[in-house]
């Protein structure tokens, strides 16, 4: 599919500048189209049949995020996203002020294609590979005061910090737990892992934030993250919705799953732990 | 003569060579005239900040083409427009120019990119220009 590149295009950050030469550099070398933010916020239709035919990715500078926040109020479909500032971090590569990308910039900036290329492969290998992660159907339920929360009676293992993780083979797919969708109430966006990085135990494989907070995901499992689930850029009330089936966060390629395992709970024992931990929120 | 803060603002004419002149020649007017830029993505997304800091300034707005995109969302957020630049009416005066590509300029552009910048400084009373 032909991709186009939505851009925050920010003028006075040097993030902004280097997520503008990103998307210029996407042009040139892999043909992708870019969409001008300001036009589209003012005229959508204009780009309506492309962003239909096309893969979107979004760029943003700095943390506030100025295309994805402009993505969301149109109600874009984006199939894949990238935080400059971020991936500065990630990288070690220390960005200065200056709004002229000097060597280090373009560094980056060439590092994030490379990024976004390796990205692609992997989830187009993710499309081939069949597995059977379906919904849950039979739930354990923990009561309290008004609340239930459901907790998948088999099939799922689960950490201290509500995770989940479900496993066919040498993949495992992870999310959270109904508890913590219940906490955070309304989730309003989701801000997903590097796709191919390796990950320990209790790494980070996402956020997610809501009006009343945010919270960093931790992965049960050890791995590779072979794919994130971006319909959740779009769509991140999918986590409360259905936490253990379309909501989830990330797929792994496991790497030590034998000894994750010990560390990981089975539903009987993960409903005690909610049971305590509702009522602790409670006080 | 106005206590109010200058801020200039292009277009995101990103991929138009006429949008990176607006951007480079915002960048040389607010140094000639040690005014401020803003994102305007950021002011467009609807970001609280940057809708408080235009109502209290003079905004510029250099516009690429005639879809005016900078001011009118200057205005449409509620900012000043007192200036509004169109980098298209500039090469008006340069016939058969050859400003350059969307990432780089060349000659031609620079020359239209200080054209506009010092206009601009000369507006805002910083006349001796580098
Ligand atoms: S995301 Fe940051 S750099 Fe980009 S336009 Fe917004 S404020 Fe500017």
């Known amino acids: 599919m032909k991709r186009v590149v939505l851009p925050c295009n920010g003028l006075d950050k040097a993030f902004g500048v280097l997520s503008c030469e990103l998307a210029l550099k996407l042009c040139e070398t892999n043909g992708a189209q870019i969409v001008c933010p300001v036009l589209l916020n003012n005229s959508p239709a204009r780009y309506e049949k492309t962003l239909a035919e096309s893969d979107l990715l979004v760029i943003d500078g700095c943390p506030t995020r100025c295309a994805s926040k402009l993505a969301n109020n149109l109600g874009l479909k984006v199939d894949d996203k990238i935080l400059v500032s971020e991936q500065a971090k990630s990288s070690g590569l220390e960005i200065g002020d200056s709004l002229r990308p000097d060597p280090v910039g373009m560094q980056l900036v060439d590092m994030m294609i490379n990024d976004l290329a390796a990205r692609e492969s992997d989830i187009s290998t993710q499309e081939l590979i069949p597995g059977d992660f379906e919904s849950p159907v039979d739930f354990l339920s923990v009561t309290h005061d008004k609340f239930i929360f459901k907790i998948p009676s088999q099939g799922y293992l689960f950490s201290e910090n509500d995770t989940w993780v479900r496993v066919i083979g040498s993949r495992a797919r992870v999310g959270v737990t109904d508890f913590v969708q219940q906490n955070l109430t309304d989730i309003t966006y989701f801000e997903p892992a590097q796709a191919g990085s390796q990950i320990e135990q209790f790494d980070e494989v996402g956020s997610l934030e809501s009006g009343k907070s945010m919270t960093d995901v931790l992965s049960p499992v050890s791995g590779r993250i072979i794919a994130v689930n971006i319909r959740l850029a779009d769509s991140p009330e999918l986590v409360n919705e259905d936490p253990y089936g379309n909501g989830w966060i990330a797929e792994i390629e496991l790497a030590d799953f034998d000894s994750d395992k010990e560390l990981l709970l089975d539903a009987q024992s993960y409903s005690r732990i909610v049971e305590k931990k509702a009522a602790e929120v409670q006080k | ?130």
Do not use: Q
């Open chain 2, 1 to 130: 003569m106005s206590k109010r803060k200058t801020i200039i603002m292009p277009c995101s004419g990103i991929g138009k060579v006429h949008g990176l002149i607006a951007r480079e020649a915002t960048y040389a007017a607010a140094d000639m005239a040690n005014a401020e830029t803003l994102c305007l993505a950021l002011l467009v997304s609807g970001d609280k900040d940057a809708r408080a800091k235009i109502k209290d300034a003079d905004c510029i707005a250099i516009d690429g083409c005639p879809k005016l995109c900078a001011a009118k969302n200057v205005e449409m957020a509620g900012g000043r427009v007192v200036k509004s630049v169109r980098v298209v009416d500039s090469f008006r005066g340069h016939r058969g120019a050859e400003p350059g590509t969307a990432t780089a300029l060349a000659d031609d552009g620079w020359k239209i990119v200080r054209e506009i910048a010092a206009d601009i400084a000369c507006g805002l009373g910083k006349s001796e220009v580098k």
